[in-house]
C-alpha cells in the first residue's frame, strides 16, 4: 500500500506515531495530498489529554466507571424527556462561514430527531439490532445564537496541546462561553487543517469535551477550565441544509452531510465512547478494548466513512448477544457515513441519562431531574390533559408566578408563548385557558419558567 493511501485510511493516532516516517516520504515524493482525513476530535482530545493531562485522564475513567455504575442502578429510559438549552456561538471570518439561523434551526431538528429515535432512516439499521436500538428522549431547545466576528484562526497544536481555546474566548478572536453548566455551548467555526510538521494531515470536523466538573474528579486534576465545556463543529458539516461543501478525505467529491457530527460530538459531551473503544489508538488493534457498552459489540478500528455492513473487526462471541456480530456500523457513534449512522443503542442511552443524572445534572431543564426536597410541592398543571377540546386551562401555583411557559411541539417547533404575572392575591393559583385550535394533534412538551428554575411537563393533544 503506498504510503499516502496508508496515512488516509489509518486512524489519526497512529498518524502522530508514525508521521515523521510518513512526512518524510511525503516530502520526498513532494505530491500533493489527494484528500484528507476526516476525523471528530476526539481521538485528538484523547491524545493530548494523555500527553498533557495524564490525571484528567485517570479521572474521566473514574468518572465513566460511576455512570456506568449508576446505569447498572437503574436509571430507566421512563425518566424523560430531558431538555437541553442549546447556544450557538458563530464565530466567523468569511461570510460562508456565518450561517444562516436556518441551519442552525435544521441543526437541533437533526438532532432532536436523533435523539428521540424519529429520523427518517431508523428502517435502514439491520433486523439483528432492531432490538438493542435506544430511544434516548433527549430534547435540545435553541437558547441563543451568538455571533462573533473574527480575524482569528482557529488550529489545533499538537505539540502545545492546543485545544482551540482562542474558540472560547472574546478576548482572543472567539466567543466566551455561557454558563456551560446550564447551557450546552456549541461553537462552530472553520476549523484550519490538522498540520502534521508544516503538512496538511487531516481536518477535524467536530470535538466535544466528555463529562467536566464531576464531584468525583481529583481536586488538583488540571483540567481545562469550565469555560471550554462544549462541543465545536466545522460550519461545514452544520445542519442538513448547509451549502457548503465539505471534501471526502478519500476523493471522489463531497462527504454526505447531515448534521450528524453534532449528534456525534453531543454523544461524547454525553460521555459516550466511539463503537470501538478507541483500542486501537495506540497502534494496536484490539478487540478486548470496549467502549463500555455491552450492546455495541465489539470492534477493533472505525469504519472509513462509508456504509460496509459487511464490516466484522473482532470475529468472537459476544457476551451480550450469546453470538459473534458484525461491527454495528449504524451506531452515530462509528465513522461510517451520515447517511449510514441512525442509531444509539439501550446501552448508550443509559450511559447518557447516568450523566444527565450525575455529572451534568445541572444541564438539564426538565421534571425528571428535579430535587423534590427543594423544589415547591405545587407545580404547574394543563387540564384535561390530554385534552380534546378547543381549549384547556393551565393553573399555576402562586410560587411559581411571574414565570415564562413555552410549549413545543415533539419535532421541536414553538407552538405556544406566553407570560405569566404574579397575582394580586399572592396566595391564589393563577388559572387561565389557553386555546388549542392551532395545536395538531400529538405529544407536545411545555415548560415554566421563574427565574433560573424550571418545570417541564408534556401536554397531550388529541383531535
Ligand atoms: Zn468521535
Not at 243 to 258: A, D, F, H, K
Request: glycine share 6%; proline share 7%.
Amino acid at each position: 500500500m503506498p504510503p499516502l493511501a496508508y496515512f488516509l485510511y489509518w486512524p489519526w493516532a497512529r498518524f502522530f506515531f508514525v508521521g515523521v516516517l510518513i512526512a518524510a516520504t511525503l516530502a520526498a515524493q513532494a505530491q500533493p495530498m489527494q484528500g484528507l482525513p476526516v476525523l471528530c476530535g476526539q481521538e485528538v482530545f484523547h491524545w493530548i489529554v494523555q500527553k498533557h493531562y495524564p490525571q484528567l485522564h485517570q479521572a474521566f475513567e473514574a468518572t465513566f466507571e460511576a455512570c456506568r455504575a449508576n446505569a447498572a442502578l437503574g436509571f430507566s429510559q421512563e425518566r424523560s424527556p430531558y431538555v437541553i438549552p442549546v447556544v450557538f456561538h458563530v464565530v466567523w471570518k468569511n461570510p460562508e462561514e456565518n450561517l444562516h439561523d436556518s441551519i442552525l434551526i435544521n441543526q437541533i431538528d437533526v438532532l432532536n430527531e436523533d435523539y428521540n429515535r424519529q429520523n427518517a432512516d431508523t428502517n435502514n439499521l439491520r433486523s439483528i439490532f432492531r432490538h438493542v436500538a435506544g430511544n434516548a428522549r433527549i430534547r435540545f431547545e435553541l437558547h441563543e445564537i451568538r455571533r462573533v466576528k473574527t480575524n482569528a484562526n482557529f488550529q489545533f497544536n499538537l505539540l502545545s496541546g492546543e485545544l482551540l481555546t482562542n474558540l472560547k474566548n472574546s478576548a482572543q478572536g472567539g466567543s466566551n462561553a455561557k454558563d456551560p453548566s446550564r447551557y450546552l455551548n456549541i461553537w462552530i467555526c472553520r476549523i484550519q487543517p490538522l498540520m502534521i510538521f508544516g503538512i496538511p494531515a487531516g481536518q477535524i470536523l467536530g470535538f466535544a469535551f466528555p463529562p467536566n466538573n464531576l464531584p468525583n474528579w481529583p481536586a488538583n486534576s488540571g483540567a481545562p477550565s469550565p469555560g471550554q465545556d462544549g462541543v465545536v463543529l466545522d460550519f461545514r458539516t452544520v445542519g442538513r441544509n448547509n451549502p457548503n461543501p465539505m471534501p471526502n478525505p478519500i476523493g471522489g467529491g463531497n462527504l454526505t452531510i447531515r448534521g450528524r457530527t453534532a449528534t456525534h460530538e453531543i454523544g461524547h459531551y454525553l460521555g459516550l465512547r466511539h463503537i470501538w473503544g478507541d483500542g486501537d489508538f495506540l497502534g494496536t488493534n484490539n478487540c478486548n478494548q470496549s467502549d463500555g457498552i455491552d450492546d455495541t459489540p465489539f470492534a477493533n478500528s472505525q469504519s472509513q466513512f462509508d456504509c460496509n455492513k459487511n464490516r466484522n473487526t473482532c470475529l468472537k462471541i459476544e457476551p451480550f448477544y450469546g453470538s459473534d456480530m458484525p461491527d454495528l456500523v449504524e451506531n452515530f457513534m462509528d465513522y461510517s457515513s451520515e447517511s449510514c449512522v441512525n442509531m444509539f443503542t439501550r446501552g448508550q442511552v443509559n450511559l447518557m441519562h447516568a450523566v444527565l443524572q450525575g455529572p451534568r445534572k445541572q444541564l438539564v431543564q426538565s421534571s425528571s431531574n428535579l430535587d423534590l426536597g427543594s423544589q415547591p410541592m405545587s407545580h404547574p398543571m394543563f387540564y384535561p390533559n390530554p385534552t380534546e377540546g378547543s381549549s384547556f386551562w393551565v393553573s399555576i401555583p402562586p410560587e411559581w408566578l411571574p414565570c415564562q411557559l413555552s410549549i413545543w411541539s415533539i419535532d421541536g417547533r414553538l407552538a405556544v408563548e406566553r407570560s405569566f404575572a404574579l397575582l394580586s392575591d399572592r396566595e391564589e393559583w393563577l388559572r387561565e385557558s389557553l386555546e388549542s385550535t392551532n395545536l395538531r394533534s400529538g405529544w407536545y412538551v411545555a415548560r415554566f419558567q421563574k427565574d433560573n428554575r424550571c418545570w417541564t411537563t408534556s401536554l397531550c393533544v388529541l383531535k
